[in-house]
């Protein structure tokens, strides 16, 4: 049986989720990769237990986690729940998602009240939970009224099947009218989960400006811009690596000759600091009051052990930061 280290939470540090009581860690780690078959259970445990032990309490699924079936992180998970945390139940802060096709039929995409209440009984049996702690609605859908998944969403919680509620990749515009909504329901959004690294930052226009008005926590997703801000991919792209798999979007999305140029610069610049590329770009993202959170994946427990490390140097001076910026640019 699985025994947590006695000082878990002496190293990790631990943030405000906007104007709630919930703290969650800086480093999160999240299970879209890894948890389905490409790692056995036991490899699987290796890197939950490693996560719990540094202090790491949030766990983020989604009900389309696990490759090649959708579900089978959930799944997963919930066994090692049984088998191993579920003793640390009351220390873990779980969450789940619902937003992108999950079954055949017109009751198993979007926002639909149907889709939603169905999908989290399925994810709840799946894990072996009565509750999670919060659940997403993953995406915002284009054609049902807004109004129906927010009440859907408030309801949940009435029921007891999740304590808080969130939702994932709103544009700034929509996140305001969902959090409105949510408000008027009194069920105030615990999170929003967007994409942001160094790459993509359009979160800094105007969203993060509506989730500090409305007190509404921030946990970015893709950090490390799916392992391209890390020192994989500084001479190209190796054979074998996810980047040179077909289907996957980390070398179309981030890969191309001059982000690689940007890439070699960031992590010369990393060096400099004392970081790793991976370390300097979590940091940076945290860097920003408004983040909560940052989700990280993991194949091996050493990893996490690099990520959680990137507390060590927050800090940036102006001029690292304009530094960057011209890198990027």
């Known amino acids: 049986m699985y025994k947590a280290a006695e000082h878990r939470y002496e190293r990790m540090k631990y943030r405000r989720s906007g104007r709630s009581g919930v703290l969650l860690p800086q480093v999160s780690l999240g299970l879209w990769q890894n948890f389905g078959l490409e790692k056995t259970l036991e490899e699987q445990k290796a890197i ?6 540094l202090g790491i309490t949030h766990f983020d699924l989604a009900n389309n986690y696990g490759a090649p079936a959708r579900g089978l992180a959930e799944e997963n998970f919930g066994r090692v729940l049984k088998s191993d945390l579920g003793q640390y139940r009351d220390e873990l ?7 992108h096709e999950f079954w055949p039929g017109p009751y198993g995409n979007w926002g639909s009240r149907k889709y939603l209440m169905a999908s989290l009984d399925s994810s709840l049996k799946r894990m072996g939970l009565e509750y999670v702690d919060i659940f997403y609605h993953h995406r915002p859908d284009p054609e049902t009224p807004m109004e129906e998944t927010a009440e859907a969403l408030s309801d949940i919680v009435r029921r ?85 798999k077909k289907g996957t979007s980390v070398g179309q999305r981030y890969l191309s000759e001059e982000n690689i140029e940007r890439i070699r610069a960031l992590n010369q610049m990393a060096q400099e600091r004392g970081q790793s590329l991976a370390q300097m770009a979590l940091a940076w993202v945290l860097r920003r009051p408004e983040i909560t959170s940052v989700l990280v994946g993991a194949s091996r427990p050493e990893q996490l052990e690099n990520s959680v490390q990137a507390l060590d140097r927050l800090d940036f001076t102006q001029e690292e930061l304009d530094a960057i910026d011209k890198i990027l640019a």
């Open 160 to 244: 007891g099947k999740a304590l808080y509620v969130g939702i994932s990749n709103y544009s700034a515009l929509e996140a305001q009218q969902m959090l409105r909504l949510l408000k008027e329901n009194k069920t105030p959004c615990l999170l929003h989960q967007p994409r942001y690294n160094m790459f993509e930052r359009g979160i800094e226009d105007e969203l993060l400006g509506v989730l500090d008005r409305e007190g509404t926590g921030c946990i970015c997703y893709s950090p490390l811009a799916q392992g391209a801000l890390t020192d994989k991919y500084l001479k190209g792209i190796p054979e074998g690596s996810r980047a040179a």
């Open 93 to 99: 802060f779980i969450s789940t998602k619902a937003g």
């Open 48 to 53: 939950l237990f490693k996560a719990f032990d």
